[in-house]
């Protein structure tokens, strides 16, 4: 069997992949150890492993110590989404910490990404802490922002200048509803005008826990115009991509 | 250490700042520089001219300036050495490197300004830099609009000159910039004292031609694959060329330029021959930033070019030798000068063929555009150079930065992901 292990900002992602079967995976909190918590969630499956290929923000320490070899999660996600999508041409991952749009050629190549700047604007860290300033939960964000009569428009992209812009748009009893959308619509636009750099070809499919939003999918599919695929578990794409390389090493 | 105290706090350096500033260059040092394995014996020299950056070669100026002479400190390569050297006066860089006072400089300055200028106010405002201090006059000039009216307001703090650099290259911005560079000598006169004479110019021509020669020989060595010398080493070896002492400078240069070719005889190289080898263009570098260039070559590539003021633009051109008397002389000045192709220009075609030129020239995989944040010029530019660049077949990818270390782990993971799309698009796996 092969393991793929994606160690991102908030959470930890795992694939075994035995054959052409996922034969389990694991999706846990990074918490503050990220270290102990990747040695514990590969503990059951480390004596059968083949190869285990690290990703993600973490994965230079996993080198040091356990990884056989590392890959970064632009060509993770390319090659997860590829293999659950064949026709993927796009790949939009919105994870924690940073997002990122990737374009494949024909083959199924890496031809070119973008990521986002240093900040956490677009990101999902970004849609956490404006779903905590609304008094939401994480969970139903999205529906909840899906339901507005009217999306409020949010100016600023810096997520600390967006949470004071917020909380003065709640002090003037705009309803939250209306605020969470306006919130999900400025995360589309900047990944479309990141995708809009590297160019949009169908199939498009939305990568990392971001793609569980409801909101999210709808707004960006509908700014596209363009179907919008994403899997029942949107944030193991990345294992699953370093699973594939390893199984292909 | 003891005796250059004295002479840092006569400078009017701080020193206890200075002192902070003083622990943290050799450890970056140490682990950006002398971690290299099989770097070239030469390096020896520039690990030592690094080791007494504020010291000896201070102290070489100190004793310069007891004798009469004067130190001119500048930012830019448009400021014409050749003049500076023919008033018998020192040429040195101004530090603007570093993510150092830039709390100090945001006291006065706005943020979003280009760290380079921050820098460089907040070492004057801080009082760190014996450069600085050291300088008779601040030689400025008016390539953007950051710079240029920081001047204005760096002139409360020190002497400053600024010349007035042309952002067009027709008949009427060479006659403007011939007018500035007349000018400039006189200013060199009268600081000095010194009538500027053809014998002096000659001379100063002479020496600055030599030092651009040694760089060109030394970036021939780049040329090759397995490349003999380290990105991280060349670039340093150019950033020096700004500070060091021109006509010892030029002997040490030459002198590892021979080691290298020795090198390429015998087939070594500092890294496996079919390493991605990178063109860096894009702002300049000043000491000590070493940052891109350290995320790159830990990634597994090597960078092989700098198309920037600290790398090919400094050396490139030359003045033409030829003519007998001191118009003729600085006619040639001005004219190698407006050769330049920075992104201060409008059109810049030039710099489109350059960059070109180098990726052909070197053999280069893969382009990384480096602009500090905040830099008009070089990120609008960008749009020109990916596009001229994607044309010729080759990847490039854009960063943009400062001089804090916050974004590294982001940019190691863009720029490992294009090494990988390099590597790929080669046919090589992992």
């Given at each position: 069997m092969y393991i793929g292990i994606d160690i991102g900002s908030r959470c930890i992602k795992l694939v075994v992949l035995s054959g052409q079967r996922i034969e389990d995976f694991k999706v846990g909190d990074t918490g503050f150890n990220p270290y102990e918590r990747s040695l514990e969630m590969i503990k059951p499956y480390a004596y059968n492993a083949k190869r285990i290929i690290a990703t993600g923000y973490g994965r230079h320490f996993a080198r040091e110590d356990f990884a056989d070899g590392v890959i970064t999660e632009i060509k993770a996600h390319a090659a997860g989404a590829r293999l659950l999508f064949p026709n993927c041409r796009t790949v939009i991952d919105i994870g924690g910490q940073d997002s990122k749009v990737i374009s494949l050629d024909e083959s199924g190549k890496v031809a070119?990404?973008?990521?986002?700047?240093?900040?956490?604007?677009?990101?999902?860290?970004?849609?956490?802490?404006?779903?905590?300033?609304?008094?939401?939960?994480?969970?139903?964000?999205?529906?909840?922002?899906?339901?507005?009569e009217n999306a409020v428009k949010i100016n600023s992209m810096c997520t600390v200048f967006a949470e004071s812009e917020v909380i003065s748009l709640l002090a003037k009893k705009e309803n939250p509803r209306n605020i969470g959308l306006g919130l999900h619509q400025s995360v589309v636009e900047k990944i479309t005008s990141m995708l809009h750099r590297v160019g949009v070809a169908d199939d498009i499919?939305?990568?990392?826990?971001?793609?569980?939003?409801?909101?999210?999918?709808?707004?960006?599919?509908?700014?596209?115009?363009?179907?919008?695929?994403?899997?029942?578990?949107?944030?193991?794409?990345?294992?699953?991509?370093?699973?594939?390389?390893?199984?292909a090493y | 250490m003891s005796d250059y105290r004295e002479m840092w706090k006569e400078l009017g350096l701080d020193l206890e700042a200075h002192d902070q500033l003083m622990a943290v260059i050799p450890q970056v040092y140490g682990d950006v520089?002398?971690?290299?394995?099989?770097?070239?014996e030469g390096m020896s020299y520039l690990d030592f001219v690094m080791s007494e950056i504020h010291g000896l070669r201070i102290k070489e100026l100190?004793?310069?300036?007891?004798?009469?002479?004067?130190?001119?400190?500048?930012?830019?390569?448009?400021?014409?050495?050749?003049?500076?050297?023919?008033?018998?006066?020192?040429?040195?860089?101004i530090c603007g490197g570093a993510d150092w006072g830039s709390a100090e400089a945001e006291k006065i300055?706005?943020?979003?300004?280009?760290?380079?200028?921050?820098?460089?106010?907040?070492?004057?405002?801080?009082?760190?830099?014996?450069?600085?201090?050291?300088?008779?006059?601040?030689?400025?000039?008016?390539?953007?609009?950051g710079k240029k009216?920081?001047?204005?307001?760096?002139?409360?703090?020190?002497?400053?000159?600024?010349?007035?650099?042309?952002?067009?290259?027709?008949?009427?911005?060479?006659?403007?910039?011939?007018?500035?560079?007349?000018?400039?000598?006189?200013?060199?006169?009268?600081?000095?004292?010194?009538?500027?004479?053809?014998?002096?110019?000659?001379?100063?021509?002479?020496?600055?031609?030599?030092?651009?020669?040694?760089?060109?020989?030394?970036?021939?060595?780049r040329k090759v694959d397995p490349v003999p010398i380290s990105?991280?080493?060349?670039?340093?070896?150019?950033?020096?060329?700004?500070?060091?002492?021109?006509?010892?400078?030029?002997?040490?240069?030459?002198?590892?330029?021979?080691?290298?070719?020795?090198?390429?005889?015998?087939?070594?190289?500092?890294?496996?021959?079919?390493?991605?080898?990178?063109?860096?263009?894009?702002?300049?570098?000043?000491?000590?930033?070493?940052?891109?260039?350290?995320l790159v070559e830990s990634a597994g590539a090597v960078i092989v070019a700098e198309e920037a003021c600290i790398g090919h633009r400094y050396f490139r051109d030359m003045v033409s030798e030829s003519g007998t008397e001191a118009k003729?002389?600085?006619?040639?000045?001005?004219?190698?000068?407006?050769?330049?192709?920075?992104?201060?220009?409008?059109?810049?075609?030039?710099?489109?063929?350059?960059?070109?030129?180098?990726?052909?020239?070197y053999n280069v995989d893969g382009v990384i555009h480096y602009s500090l944040q905040f830099c008009d010029p070089f990120t609008v530019e960008y749009v020109s150079v990916e596009k001229a660049v994607k044309d010729a077949g080759i990847p490039v990818l854009k960063i943009e930065t400062d001089y804090s270390m916050e974004d590294a782990g982001q940019l190691s993971t863009r720029i490992e992901a294009f090494l990988e799309t390099i590597k790929e698009s080669q046919g090589v796996t992992l």
């Open positions: 070119d990404f973008q990521m986002n700047d240093r900040c956490a604007a677009g990101t999902g860290k970004f849609l956490e802490i404006m779903a905590k300033t609304l008094g939401f939960n994480l969970d139903d964000f999205g529906v909840q922002s899906l339901a507005a499919v939305l990568s990392g826990g971001v793609g569980r939003n409801l909101c999210i999918r709808e707004t960006l599919s509908q700014s596209l115009g363009h179907k919008v695929y994403v899997h029942e578990n949107p944030e193991i794409l990345g294992a699953l991509g370093a699973a594939i390389i390893a199984r | 520089y002398l971690s290299q394995k099989n770097r070239p100190n004793d310069l300036r007891a004798s009469g002479r004067k130190v001119v400190g500048t930012f830019c390569l448009y400021i014409p050495e050749e003049i500076v050297l023919a008033a018998g006066a020192a040429c040195v860089g300055l706005p943020r979003n300004l280009c760290p380079l200028i921050k820098s460089f106010m907040g070492f004057k405002l801080t009082k760190v830099c014996p450069y600085f201090e050291s300088s008779d006059v601040i030689v400025g000039e008016t390539t953007c609009d009216k920081t001047y204005e307001v760096l002139g409360e703090y020190a002497n400053v000159y600024v010349m007035h650099t042309p952002q067009t290259k027709d008949e009427s911005s060479r006659r403007l910039w011939l007018d500035e560079v007349e000018k400039f000598k006189g200013k060199m006169e009268e600081l000095t004292g010194k009538e500027i004479d053809l014998v002096a110019l000659v001379k100063g021509i002479a020496t600055v031609n030599a030092k651009r020669a040694a760089l060109k020989r030394l970036n021939e060595a990105g991280k080493d060349a670039l340093l070896i150019q950033q020096v060329a700004f500070y060091d002492d021109p006509a010892r400078f030029t002997e040490m240069v030459n002198k590892i330029s021979g080691e290298l070719e020795k090198r390429i005889a015998d087939g070594i190289g500092v890294v496996k021959k079919g390493t991605p080898r990178i063109l860096v263009s894009g702002c300049p570098m000043a000491i000590p930033n070493w940052k891109l260039h350290h003729e002389k600085l006619s040639a000045i001005a004219d190698r000068y407006m050769k330049l192709d920075c992104a201060c220009f409008t059109p810049n075609k030039e710099r489109l063929d350059n960059i070109l030129n180098l990726v052909k020239d």
